[in-house]
């Protein structure tokens, strides 16, 4: 009987670490929050859930106005770095989709399609000070999807993404029907 308890114990608790470890869905972490997506399509600013299924975070947020800026209001914690990655981009450092931009604001720019003008919006962790947490931020007229509050549409239905710069001055070309970028909110860099 002791050999029997002892192996429902060893069995027990290597089913437990395995659970741990990897095996099966498991509860998203405190600071977990949705990716945003920039494509074309006017310019959508999409909020992505993180993941779907039991055990995940599944909330996109969504986006709300105040003072003219838009922020992506989700109920976790602030974010204090924006990862963002670059798809389908021209330039140099742009086009590996794999490649991270570890920044606290960065200014995109959109053809708007009736004219070809350029329009330029700061998208920047809006915070108390320079280094603290904050909200994704995004400084531009701009409306909510009508049908999903997740979304976000910058300008008119035919502009197009132009280029995206950084603090540190690297510009990456947006061109194209696939160019893209990825906007994940750190919050423990």
Partial sequence: MEKLLR???IVGAVVGLLSS???????????DRPPIIISDGSVLF????????????????EWK??????????????AKILRVSVLHGTGTGCTDPEKDFDVRE????????SDSSLVKVRVFIDAPNVNAPG????????VPDAQLKFWLRVGDTDDKLDSV??????????????????VYQIINP
Avoid at 135 to 142: F, H, I
């Fill in 135 to 142: 909200r994704l931020t995004v400084d531009s007229a701009a």
């Fill in 7 to 9: 192996r429902l114990l």
């Fill in 21 to 31: 470890a990897g095996c099966g869905q498991r509860p998203s972490g405190p600071g």
């Fill in 106 to 113: 960065f200014e995109l720019t959109y053809k708007k399609g």
């Fill in 65 to 78: 106005s105040d003072s003219g800026r838009w922020y992506h209001d989700h109920d976790q914690n602030p």
């Fill in 165 to 182: 710069k950084f603090p540190d001055n690297t510009v990456c070309g947006l061109t194209g029907p696939h160019a893209e970028l990825h």
């Fill in 46 to 61: 999409k909020a992505v859930a993180s993941d779907r299924g039991m055990g995940h975070n599944k909330e996109r947020g």
